[in-house]
Every structure is written in structure tokens, then in C-alpha cells.
């Protein structure tokens, strides 16, 4: 067990660390299992399913839409390489009911079958799209925000950094969540070697199913190495004892020297996708989420 690690959490891991799964077996599944434990509302959501040629999109929103709401693409976790839209679900029912507001999650093309670019041009396709059909929709343009956890935090990224150079649709904000950032191997990322959670060894081989090939760093792949310089306001949390800790931190301190309006939260003693879990730090970490996207969209 890592030392200094929350006090709530201790159980989480002990059995995450019964029920872990290689690499090999990740790819095999391609599924998250834990977010079914997790406590969610559906009442007064419509969720429906949507194809945009080849990609699926699942699509959540108020039971009764209204005109105007704002609308958030979630980009799900899986380092590049597993997870799907229906492991979110339970996690962004709360953007429907806070702000009746309309989500999409993509089910981009995972890697290694589709490295780099495939994802980022799916998820990319999905805001032109949003954003060419929010009268249909009734969306706010105005208020597309770009969100996603982990690998699906890169992706949000990726996706503001491309809108951003190719003069696309305007992004109100950015919520890449404790986001996999930085390709190359860090001495800090030693540190987590655990099978019970997102370590060292699965990290490695994720980034080398995204991007297998590369003499120079993608800065859509690897956003750590991209020039922030004129992105939408960002808000971040991060764990002390989650493997991009490090990386994150320094990329938000990138973000306050371009200038760029960040708001970052570290919760101590807490892992990779720990706002997951039912627990009380859990249930703090996606209040103050709300609460800082609440005032984003004003």
C-alpha cells in the first residue's frame, strides 16, 4: 500500500487490487466494470444512441429540452486503448441535471487498431458537427464545453488545441480531469507499479499503442508539448497519488504563463479516478467540479 494515501481509499484499492487486469487483458475487454457500482439518477434524462457516419455517439439530455442549453462533449477514459461512452453514463448524468444542459460522448476509436489521429479526428468531427447543427439541437453555441477523464482529458485537449489553430468552433471551456498528458517515461511515474491501479508499465504501453511511431512529439497526441497559448479557461483536479501528478501540475503552470484562466484542485493521498468511487472525497471532488463549471458558464 502507497504511503500517505487517503484513508477512504485504502478499501478501493485492496479491491481493485483482487479484481486487476493487465494490459493484455484490458485490451481483450475493452470495458470498465466498476461505474455500474456507482449511484446515478436517469430520471428526466433521454439517452439515445446516434451514428455520425461510422461513430457512435451517445447523447444524454434533459427529458424536456429547452432552448439554448449549453452542452458538454465527454471524452471517457482508457488510456487510448479501452473503456466505451455507456462507462460514462452514471459520471455525466450530473452536467444533464446541474445545468440542463445536453452531453455527447463519442465512442472514438481506440488504439492500437486506430493510433493517433483517429480518436482526436472523431472527437473533432463531433464539435464541428455540434456546433454546425445548435439550432437543431437547441444549443447554445455559445456554451460548448469540451470535458473528459484521463486519456479522455487529452482528448478534450487535443480537440480545443485543433479548433483553436484551424479557427473552428469556439469552446467556452475545457475540463480535462487529471488528463494523461506527457509521452515520454518520467523517473516520478517508477513510483506506481501497483497492478490496482493506473501504473507505470500500462501508461508505457498505451502511449506506444497511440502513437507508436513519432520522431517528433504530435503536440495533439502529447498536449504537455503543445504551445497553450489562446485556450478557452481550463479547470483541472488532480490526486497526489496519481501517476500524471507531476505532469500536470507543470502543464498547469505552463497554461498560467500563456496566460490562459486555470483553475487546478489537488486532493491529497488520492489515485488515478478516484472521483469514481462512491466516498465521501469522491462526492467533494465532483461538487467542486459542478461548481467551478457553474461559474465557467457564466
Sequence with gaps: MMNGLHPELVETIERKLKNSRTFEELIQNRT???????????????????????????????AHAVQNMPCFIWFHGGGMVFGSPDDSVPY??????NFQAVVFIPQYRLAPENPYPAALNDGYALLKWISEHAGDLKIDRTKIIVSGGSA????????????????????????????????????FHKKF?????????????????????????????????????????????????????????????????????VQFDIYEGCTHGFDLEEIPIARQAKKRLLDMTSKLLK
Excluded at 41 to 47: A, P, R
Design 152 to 187: 479522455g482529458g487529452n482528448l478534450a485537449l487535443a480537440v480545443a488545441l485543433k479548433a483553436r489553430d484551424e479557427k473552428g468552433p469556439k469552446i467556452a471551456a475545457v475540463l480535462p480531469l487529471y488528463p494523461m498528458l506527457d509521452i515520454k517515461e518520467r523517473p
Design 193 to 261: 507499479t501497483s497492478p490496482a491501479m493506473w501504473n507505470a508499465e500500462k501508461n508505457k504501453k498505451s502511449w506506444h499503442a497511440y502513437l507508436p511511431d513519432y520522431e517528433k512529439i504530435p503536440p495533439y497526441a502529447s498536449p504537455f508539448y503543445a504551445n497553450v497559448e489562446g485556450l478557452p479557461p481550463v479547470y483541472t483536479f488532480i490526486g497526489t497519488h496519481d501517476i500524471f501528478y507531476e505532469e500536470v501540475c507543470e502543464f498547469v503552470d505552463k497554461l498560467q504563463q500563456s496566460g490562459v484562466q
Design 92 to 97: 455525466v448524468t450530473d452536467f444533464v441535471h
Design 32 to 62: 470498465f466494470d466498476h461505474y455500474s457500482e456507482q449511484n446515478y439518477q436517469l430520471e428526466n434524462c433521454l439517452i439515445e444512441e446516434m451514428m455520425l457516419g461510422n461513430l457512435r455517439v451517445v447523447r444524454i439530455q434533459p
